[in-house]
């Protein structure tokens, strides 16, 4: 069974910290490796996304680490701030069909 | 519209009743995706719809789950003798083709089943 696997499964991080966010996945043809935010209430917005020739990309204070060889990937969030307190999820598709496999989730919350 | 339509937002019904969940996505956009996303939980697929196609549905979980998009634009997942296990939120996901887009996520209906 194709699985995203995600850790920790909350976080709390203090204003202006770095929140970090690991996944690792099994499947070698997944090659779309996109992350997602979700506040309560509301469906998952698109933060960023990453294609395994890089291994890493950056937007604005959120950037991607990608490890293909370990089949890990990460999130980091810069700067972090109160109104980055949310669910992120990260997901992974592959060139088999467009479906997303996401994983289980991150509470992340920053306090002031 | 500027993004995903579902509706309604919040549904409430018995046991047994037949729902029916209505996904409007974004102009132009050629594929449609339906996924659950039970409480506490990440999102897991259920069926893709490349215009009025249905590629896959692998992901429904019975045959009492059926969607359909005959017009290749708005679509309907409907479930059909609900069962408590249903209680989740179904959610919309739109892109504007078939490999490895951006998909972009209505805000879901949410189901309780009583």
């Known amino acids: 069974q194709q699985q995203v696997k995600q850790s920790p499964q909350s976080l709390i991080v203090q204003k202006g910290g770095i929140s970090i966010i690991n996944c690792a996945y099994e499947?070698?043809?997944?090659?779309?490796f996109p992350w997602y935010q979700q506040f309560p209430g509301k469906g998952p917005a698109l933060l960023i996304a990453?294609?395994?020739?890089?291994s890493e990309k950056k937007e604005g204070r959120f950037t991607i680490s990608f490890n293909k060889s370990a089949k890990q990937f990460s999130l980091h969030i810069m700067d972090s701030q109160p109104g980055d307190s949310a669910t992120y999820f990260c997901?992974?598709?592959?060139?088999?069909?467009?479906?997303?496999?996401f994983g289980e989730g991150t509470q992340l919350t920053v306090n002031p | 519209g500027a993004g995903v339509s579902q509706s309604p937002r919040y549904k409430v019904a018995k046991r047994g009743q037949d729902v029916a969940l209505r996904c409007d996505p974004i102009?132009?956009?050629?594929?449609l995706f339906w996924y659950q996303q039970a409480l506490g939980q990440g999102p897991e697929f259920l069926t893709y719809?490349?215009?009025?196609?249905?590629?896959?549905k692998s992901g429904l979980p019975s045959d009492r789950f059926f969607a359909e998009r005959p017009e290749g634009s708005v679509s309907t997942l409907k479930i059909q003798r609900t069962q408590q296990e249903d209680s989740a939120v179904y959610l919309c996901?739109?892109?504007?083709?078939?490999?490895?887009?951006?998909?972009?996520f209505g805000d879901g209906t949410r189901l309780s089943i009583l």
């Open positions: 719809f490349q215009n009025e196609a249905q590629l896959d």
């Open positions: 102009s132009g956009h050629v594929s």
């Open positions: 996901a739109s892109s504007f083709s078939r490999s490895n887009q951006p998909q972009h």
């Open positions: 499947n070698t043809a997944f090659d779309y």
């Open positions: 997901a992974a598709s592959g060139t088999s069909g467009s479906r997303l496999t």
């Open positions: 990453i294609r395994p020739d890089v």
